[in-house]
């Protein structure tokens, strides 16, 4: 028995870039794509994680604490159900680490028709333009101990969608200008 055989495609005539000589039309050029990483409320968010972690261990290495130096706190870790508190505190740090990260989108990209926001965990949501957007300023977080930029929480909607809550850095929705001549 052969070998598989090696078939060619054909690949279809090429036409320039600007269109035939025949009055065939030029194909659009999509404006490129604005990609906008949004440093700055990532850093705040994780730095807000690692708060709170910091906070919950300090709170759980405080009753682990007492409740060795209690009376009976001699007694096995499975009888006194320290295992199953240490369980629960770990439980909570992870769905406050999820929260707290959770508004914080990674990059938004600004194209002239829709507005692509990837959130901390990888989804996509697709948005109008942003010039059809309404993102409205709901708390301004001036840079600090938590971050070296300002940051602002917005919530971002427009007709018939549900709004969101972003954590971003100041002008992340803005529309792009275009050049100056």
């Known amino acids: 028995m052969e070998g598989p055989r090696a078939v060619r495609i054909p690949k279809p005539p090429r036409t320039g870039s600007t269109g035939s000589s025949q009055g065939l039309p030029r194909p659009s050029v999509a404006a490129p794509a604005l990609h906008r990483p949004n440093g700055a ?12 972690l910091l906070g919950l261990a300090l709170l759980f290495l405080g009753f682990v604490l007492y409740d060795r130096s209690a009376p009976g706190g001699r007694t096995p870790l499975v009888e ?23 508004p914080a989108p990674r990059w938004v990209e600004l194209t002239p028709d829709r507005l692509v926001v990837c959130g901390r965990w ?27 930029d300002a940051v602002e929480s917005v919530v971002v909607s427009t007709t018939g969608r549900r709004a969101r809550t972003y954590l971003v850095e100041e002008g992340l929705f803005a529309p792009p200008h275009p050049p100056e001549p």
């Open 122 to 148: 990888g989804q996509r949501t697709v948005w109008p333009p942003a010039e059809q957007l309404t993102v409205r300023v709901v708390r301004h977080y001036p840079a600090g101990g938590l971050g070296r």
């Open 41 to 52: 409320g990532s850093r705040r968010s994780i730095r807000i994680t690692l708060v709170f």
């Open 80 to 102: 006194n159900l320290l295992l199953l508190f240490a369980g629960v505190a770990a439980v909570i740090g992870a769905l406050g680490a999820g929260v707290a990260l959770s």
